[in-house]
């Protein structure tokens, strides 16, 4: 048993992820909540993936909408990101937190062009010039 098991939460912690990598979810809808010990009201992901939802911070949130190009809840739903554990400072400790980034994809991310060798063409031989013809009226006999 651990801590997690010993304590479930109803949301997502970066305990509910894997240790390494990232995982894709797809938003299946959101809501404001009253969520903490002073029953603040914030935006709670849920996604298709899981059965626990993500409280969304600002840093989250900013991420989202960069990620989807909207700041509209609206339109994040059906979209898909990635989510991942992550170290970060908060209150002074290092602590593991969910973060999330955009999923790339061939149509997302910048194609770069391979360097193209060099073709070697071999040069058009030449036609040979046309001989004139003298014209047979023209010849004096």
Known sequence: MNLSTAFPSKYLTAADLPDEGSQA?????????????????????????????????KTNGRAI??????EEFDEWVGRRIAIYRAEVEFAGEMVEAI???????????????????????????????????PDDDEIPF
């Not at 909408?65 to 909207?70: Q, V």
């Not at 061939?106 to 040979?128: D, F, G, S, Y």
């Open 25 to 57: 979810v797809t938003i299946e809808k959101i809501g404001l909540e009253e969520v903490g010990r002073d029953k603040e009201t914030k935006p709670v992901i849920y996604f298709e993936e899981f059965h626990k939802a993500l409280i969304c911070n």
């Open 65 to 70: 909408a960069r990620a989807l190009g909207s």
């Open 99 to 133: 973060r999330v980034k955009a999923i790339r994809t061939p149509a997302t991310t910048r194609q770069i062009p391979a360097k193209k060798k060099p073709v070697h063409t071999p040069e058009p031989e030449a036609e040979p010039m046309p001989v004139e013809e």
